[in-house]
């Protein structure tokens, strides 16, 4: 039972990564018609709203503190996709899922300076091996790199600074309220961004296939994926989940060439190599490779990414 149960949870955790990977040319695709602001709206006021359905009967639980908790947790996190998705519109799918996958190198720096507690020598290993592939992918001939890209590097720190602040919450929260509320914040942010800064489209000027990829984020990308790696999580070591979940930046160029949105040249593709292997190093320590004949270890660990 153990052992199916495992099973399931690794084909769930991949699942979400072939989702996510997705993501990044159904967003490509709707920022032709819409804006970043009116698209990270409507997905987020969409996710939450679903949420909050699933999450009907524990809405009672919600407090100050949580709501707080929330507030901070949704400021990094809408921070980060703002970075990301303007980045997303001036460079290709591919190159942006590769760096923004950068974010798990930084993760243990972060809480090295907040925290005290000191990245190994795996971490150590992997930002510089992250730092070499970053160069492959992000510079040119003449060593300069693309606003697409320093905006999707910059989108990184706020992603760590994110899984920072959830670690610190989640610890004392329900994680799924935390979730809901930063899923809300996020919404509001985003709201009021577009409202101010950006001009919102008639909706009947927005094609049907983009109100199509507004869903497929609302429903898949954001809710649904969501719902498969807290599933994934709890029932497989960490380690697997790691090493399945770092698949997302790999799916996210396989679908890029797929639609023929990525130009793969020799440079690129071995920066991308460079930096899948670095994320792996980070995330797993390699214990995959000494892996233990005694079943894994069950048991409930938050949510990095939404």
């Known amino acids: 039972m153990l052992q199916k149960m495992d099973t399931f949870a690794r084909l769930a955790l991949l699942l979400a990564t072939i989702i996510w990977g997705s993501s990044f040319i159904i967003m490509k695709d709707a920022l032709d018609n819409i804006g970043t602001f009116f698209l990270l709206a409507v997905r987020f006021t969409g996710a939450c709203i679903l949420l909050a359905i699933v999450l009907f009967r524990k809405l009672r639980k919600i407090n100050k503190e949580v709501i707080i908790a929330g507030f901070w947790m949704g400021t990094a996190l809408i921070t980060a996709y703002i970075l990301q998705t303007f980045g997303l519109a001036e460079t290709t799918p591919g190159k942006n899922a590769f760096l923004t996958a950068g974010y798990c190198i930084l993760v243990p720096f972060l809480f090295w300076a907040v925290a005290g507690a000191k990245p190994?020598?795996?971490?150590?290993?992997?930002?510089?091996?992250?730092?070499?592939?970053?160069?492959?992918?992000?510079?040119?001939?003449?060593?300069?790199?693309?606003?697409?890209?320093?905006?999707?590097?910059?989108?990184?720190?706020?992603?760590?600074?994110?899984?920072?602040?959830?670690?610190?919450?989640?610890?004392?929260?329900?994680?799924?309220?935390?979730?809901?509320?930063?899923?809300?914040?996020?919404?509001?942010?985003?709201?009021?961004?577009?409202?101010?800064?950006?001009?919102?489209?008639?909706?009947?000027?927005?094609?049907p296939y983009t109100w199509f990829s507004l869903a497929y984020l609302c429903v898949f990308a954001t809710a649904g994926a969501l719902g498969l790696q807290t599933f994934g999580l709890k029932y497989t070591s960490p380690s697997a989940g790691a090493l399945i979940l770092s698949l997302e930046s790999v799916f996210g160029v396989i679908f890029s060439i797929m639609v023929g949105a990525e130009a793969v040249t020799l440079r690129l593709l071995t920066g991308f190599v460079v930096i899948f292997a670095a994320i792996v190093v980070s995330e797993t320590k390699l214990e995959f490779l000494f892996k233990k004949k005694h079943p894994p270890k069950y048991k409930a660990r938050m949510n990095d990414d939404v």
């Open 120 to 207: 190994d020598r795996y971490n150590i290993i992997a930002a510089i091996m992250c730092i070499v592939g970053i160069g492959l992918v992000a510079l040119d001939d003449n060593l300069t790199m693309g606003r697409g890209d320093v905006l999707t590097l910059l989108c990184c720190a706020f992603y760590a600074l994110h899984i920072v602040i959830s670690a610190r919450y989640t610890q004392v929260y329900d994680v799924m309220l935390l979730t809901l509320l930063q899923f809300f914040f996020a919404a509001v942010w985003s709201s009021l961004l577009c409202i101010f800064f950006e001009p919102v489209p008639p909706l009947n000027a927005i094609p």
